[in-house]
């Protein structure tokens, strides 16, 4: 391990919080996220904390953009070792409040996302031994009410995670 480490979703909340902690162990992070402001706030706070790295505007829905972040990673940083696929959004509703666009945004960015993730991540993975970390909800385990597309996709992300390379 060369702690390299990539994190979707790293300009707020979660995505943040995650970056700090390994940040504060010295990795070298790589960030992306759509809001270009809360990255740059992000990697102001990751260069605080004692760790580095680079950030890139990356819309988890579209392959190519995390292809390129994947590229960017082997040019900059000489491969990853750990992915963080966190990127993700909350709505919900109950089944039939919800319309069929409801439920391509959530599994688009929740499910897909991640899963795209991997693909994007996997050679580069492969070869450096690394990691994968898919960030999931207990919504996908208890099922909680009027949530129901969040749910479905945080579920598709737990059971992916079991075992995605084989």
């Given at each position: 391990m060369q702690n390299r480490i990539m994190i979707t979703g790293a300009g707020s909340g979660l995505g943040r919080e995650i970056a700090l902690r390994w940040a504060r162990e010295g990795w070298r992070l790589a960030l992306s996220d759509i809001n270009d402001a809360g990255l740059?706030?992000?990697?102001m706070l990751v260069r605080e904390a004692g760790g580095d790295g680079f950030v890139q505007r990356c819309d988890v829905r579209d392959y190519s953009?995390?292809?390129a972040f994947a590229q960017a990673c082997e040019e900059r940083l000489g491969g990853i070792d750990i992915i963080v696929n966190n990127a993700g959004v909350a709505s919900g509703?109950?089944?039939n409040e919800l319309s069929l666009e409801d439920w391509?945004?959530?599994i688009a960015i929740n499910l897909m996302g991640v899963v795209k993730g991997c693909k994007a991540f996997l050679p580069?993975?492969?070869?450096?031994?690394g990691k994968i970390i898919n960030i999931a909800s207990m919504a996908a385990l208890m099922q909680a009410p009027a949530?129901?597309?969040y749910n479905v996709a945080k579920a598709g992300v737990v059971a992916?995670?079991?075992k995605p390379a084989g």
């Open positions: 740059l706030e992000t990697l953009q995390l292809t509703g109950f089944f391509d945004w959530q580069m993975l492969q070869a450096s031994k949530m129901s597309n992916l995670s079991e």
